[in-house]
C-alpha cells in the first residue's frame, strides 16, 4: 500500500500575535487516532510554522498560569512566582529561531508539554489534520509529508513510526534552511 500524502503549512505566512487565537477561541483538536509518532514527524518536517506567532509569549495567559502552578507544589502548596518565573527561565534555550517563540528550537519546542500552554497543546494544524485522515481513510503507518509555503517546496519526507527520512530536493531551487528561511539567534 503506497504512502499517505499531505501538505503541510510551512511557509505560510505567521499570523500576527493580534490574530492568534485566545485559548477559548482555539480550534479544537481533531479526533487523532493516527499514530502519535507519526503526527509528530510530520509536525518536525514542517519545523513549527505554527509556532512563529508565540513571540515572547508563548501563548501562556492566564489559564495556562494557573493550570501550571496548581500542577507544580512546594511542600504540598502550590509554588511561588518566583519558582514559577524560575521554571520557564530554566527552559528558555541558548538558541532559538529568530522571529519565533522563544522556545521553539531546531529540536521543536524547549518546553516539557506540562508547562505549555493550552493553545500550544492542543493545537492540531490543517496538515496535521489532512495527514491524519490520510491516515486513517488509508489505514496507512507511512507518509510522505512536504513542507512548502506559496512559491517553494522546502523539505519533504517519508515519515514512518519508527523514521522519518528526509528526501532530497535537488534541481527544485527550493530552500531547505530552517523555518520560514529564519535563522537561529
Do not use: M, W
Amino acid at each position: 500500500q503506497p504512502p499517505a500524502t499531505a501538505p503541510t503549512d510551512a511557509g505560510a505566512p505567521a499570523p500576527s500575535e493580534a490574530n492568534a487565537p485566545a485559548p477559548s477561541q482555539a480550534k479544537p483538536a481533531p479526533s487523532i487516532t493516527a499514530s502519535a509518532s507519526l503526527l509528530g514527524a510530520g509536525c518536525a518536517t514542517c519545523r513549527g510554522e505554527c509556532c512563529t506567532a508565540g513571540g515572547t509569549h508563548a501563548f501562556l495567559r492566564l489559564d495556562s498560569i494557573v493550570r501550571v502552578r496548581a500542577q507544580l507544589h512546594e511542600d504540598g502548596e502550590p509554588v511561588s512566582t518566583d519558582a514559577l518565573l524560575h521554571a520557564y527561565a530554566e527552559y528558555l534555550p541558548e538558541r532559538h529561531y529568530r522571529g519565533s517563540c522563544v522556545y521553539h528550537t531546531q529540536q521543536g519546542c524547549a518546553l516539557p508539554r506540562g508547562l505549555r500552554s493550552e493553545p500550544c497543546n492542543r493545537y492540531v494544524c490543517g496538515g496535521l489534520t489532512q495527514l491524519t485522515r490520510a491516515l486513517d481513510a488509508s489505514g496507512g503507518q507511512e507518509a510522505y509529508v512536504a513542507a512548502a509555503d506559496s512559491v517553494h517546496l522546502r523539505r519533504i519526507a517519508l515519515i514512518t513510526p519508527s523514521s522519518t527520512r528526509t528526501l532530497s530536493l535537488r534541481n527544485t531551487g527550493a530552500s531547505t534552511g530552517t523555518s520560514s528561511g529564519a535563522d537561529l539567534g
